[in-house]
């Protein structure tokens, strides 16, 4: 592992990437994942197809490409995870650190259950018909029916969708019935954190290695499915509902919403992984080139997948003699009912199936490396030195953090795992995201101030943020970032799975899956007021200016602000261990 010489006296065992390369497909690696293929191509067909694009596009511009710059500066210029970067920033709101470790530890435990849901399908791909195919199978009901047509009764479900529901879910009637352990699943599972683990237990050095494959290979298989798809039968009309605007959609404030939190969700603001990520940067890496590739590949990324998800859309609509707009699209359902369905109808139906399934284990491994990496160099950020002479090495911390993974992922394999999935997914990326993002922005851009950050890049790269960024990490951004939350309260929705309908009960533990994120943000605020000396007064002030924790607690959490020769660059510990 090369490390960054120019860094080198004030951390000495900091790794970096042996090529800027690896970073950059890491990178994309983390921002282009299943969303792309799925939530993507839902928001668009919900808001009226090309419509979308309008508000989506302009949200990148204004959006997501400035606050993707402002994290990747910051990790790269603290050298540190997002719980000690953020730290460092800003004291006050420490807290949002540790709350983006949380989510992404959180998500982490039920997104790999999308994952072993495609190892299920991509292992199923190896029969020929595929299983999905026909309704003459054991797990089918009377009501099943292999093609929906205007005729076809609200009742009764296709092939595909009692595959879904009844051969591999299981499901049971509600979270109330927790079913038995589905045993396929489980062991699938088991293989999902195999490989993740072998992905990444030696770090950026093993992951870097890892995503010139993960990162790049989904695109060839894209590429081949979008090329079959234009070729069958009504896949024009798909793709023009895809492209052509209903200009009528842009009167709704839903729409810019959706385009908004989407392209959010997608570049991955909020989860902390990309800062992590680019801590491991040499310092006077060239960012903005890192920001633009990531951010622009990962829209391009949906695009292209829209022109391969809706080609699909129009083959069905054909098969099925109905309107684009009238196909049932949601969800998960999207990937593994709706896309399956037309596979079964392909020539050389298997193959195509397994190229899917594989490149959908890419992308959703990519992900996987981000989320499990935040946790991983936050724990060894805050307490390398201890964890170390416990476990002896990284690679033994790596596989704790993903053996806990796996032992809470367990209730996901579960006949009931469907709509532990749906609560979960629904609390975590929805709610508590949406909480973090604002702390985030209102830490960095606001209470660190852009003249900081601006001071930061140019000691890293030579120059400053130009007028473009500086007015949307000011303005912009903010305001952007409070009416998405606002609206996402006003508009806030009990969590269900279709037509279910989940319990009181049910959905307090959603809040409470929530609250264990967000918490952190109050609880970080409270404890750094608590441990600065001095009046409530001076304590605010001291809470709002970077390093203002002057060796509190036993003189370990941050170094003296005296002995600091520049912003951020610490001349007195090379290693900061914080007491958090």
């Known amino acids: 592992m090369e490390l960054d010489q120019g860094k080198m006296d004030q951390e000495p065992g900091r790794p970096t990437w042996n090529r800027q390369i690896e970073f950059t497909l890491a990178g994309i690696g983390c921002a282009v994942g299943l969303g792309n293929m799925w939530r993507f191509p839902y928001l668009c067909y919900r808001s009226g197809g090309g419509a979308f694009l309008v508000p989506y596009l302009l949200m990148l511009l204004v959006m997501g490409i400035p606050l993707l710059y402002m994290e990747l500066i910051l990790g790269q210029y603290m050298r540190r995870g997002p719980v000690h970067a953020l730290a460092k920033a800003c004291p006050l709101l420490k807290g949002v650190g540790l709350a983006t470790v949380a989510i992404s530890f959180i998500m982490c435990t039920y997104y790999n259950i999308i994952i072993t849901w495609g190892l299920y399908y991509l292992f199923s791909s190896f029969q020929s018909p595929l299983p999905w195919q026909s309704c003459n199978n054991t797990w089918n009901t009377p009501n099943c029916t292999d093609h929906i047509t205007p005729n076809t009764s609200s009742h009764s479900s296709t092939a595909s969708q009692q595959f879904f529901n009844y051969r591999m879910l299981e499901r049971t009637g509600g979270?109330?019935?927790?079913?038995?352990?589905?045993?396929?699943?489980?062991?699938?599972?088991?293989?999902?954190?195999?490989?993740?683990?072998?992905?990444?237990?030696?770090?950026?050095?093993?992951?870097?290695?890892?995503?010139?494959?993960?990162?790049?290979?989904?695109?060839?298989?894209?590429?081949?499915?979008?090329?079959?798809?234009?070729?069958?039968?009504?896949?024009?009309?798909?793709?023009?509902?895809?492209?052509?605007?209903?200009?009528?959609?842009?009167?709704?404030?839903?729409?810019?919403?959706?385009?908004?939190?989407?392209?959010?969700?997608?570049?991955g603001i909020g989860f902390g992984s990309l800062m992590a990520m680019s801590s491991y940067n040499n310092f006077n890496n060239n960012i903005l080139k890192d920001t633009l590739a990531i951010s622009i590949t990962n829209s391009l990324t949906s695009i292209l997948a829209g022109f391969v998800i809706f080609s699909a859309f129009g083959y069905m609509s054909y098969l099925q003699n109905i309107p684009v707009s009238e196909l049932a699209v949601d969800g998960p359902g999207l990937v593994f009912v709706v896309y399956p369905q037309a596979f079964a109808t392909m020539p050389v139906a298997p193959l195509w199936a397994f190229l899917f399934f594989f490149m959908l284990l890419c992308l959703g491994l990519d992900s996987q490396f981000a989320m499990v990496e935040v946790m991983v160099t936050s724990l060894m950020d805050g307490f390398g030195g201890p964890l170390m002479k416990f476990l002896r090495h990284k690679e033994m911390l790596v596989l704790a953090v993903c053996s806990t993974a796996f032992l809470l992922g367990i209730p996901h394999v579960m006949q009931v795992g469907i709509y532990v999935f749906q609560l979960m997914d629904h609390y975590t990326a929805i709610v508590s995201l949406m909480f973090l993002a604002f702390f985030e922005v209102l830490a960095i851009c606001g209470l660190y101030g852009v003249r900081r950050l601006s001071a930061n890049l140019k000691e890293m790269t030579g120059s400053r943020p130009n007028i473009f960024f500086r007015v949307c990490w000011m303005f912009v951004a903010p305001l952007l970032i409070t009416i998405i939350l606002v609206f996402t309260i006003i508009q806030f929705k009990p969590a269900r799975y279709e037509d279910y309908v989940y319990p009181p009960w049910a959905q307090g533990i959603g809040w409470v899956i929530a609250m264990a994120s967000i918490i952190w943000i109050p609880l970080g605020a409270l404890h750094t007021l608590w441990v600065l000396p001095g009046s409530f007064t001076e304590r605010l002030v001291k809470s709002i200016t970077p390093y203002a924790l002057e060796n509190e607690r036993g003189g370990d959490t941050y170094p003296n602000i005296a002995v600091i020769s520049s912003l951020g660059r610490e001349t007195e510990k090379p290693h900061i261990q914080t007491n958090l």
């Open 175 to 267: 979270v109330e019935e927790s079913g038995v352990l589905r045993w396929e699943l489980f062991l699938l599972l088991l293989l999902a954190w195999i490989l993740l683990y072998f992905c990444i237990f030696k770090g950026v050095k093993s992951t870097g290695k890892v995503v010139y494959f993960t990162a790049l290979f989904p695109y060839v298989i894209l590429l081949a499915l979008l090329i079959n798809n234009v070729q069958l039968p009504g896949a024009m009309e798909g793709i023009r509902f895809f492209i052509v605007p209903n200009w009528e959609k842009l009167l709704e404030l839903e729409v810019w919403v959706n385009a908004a939190a989407q392209i959010f969700n997608s570049i």
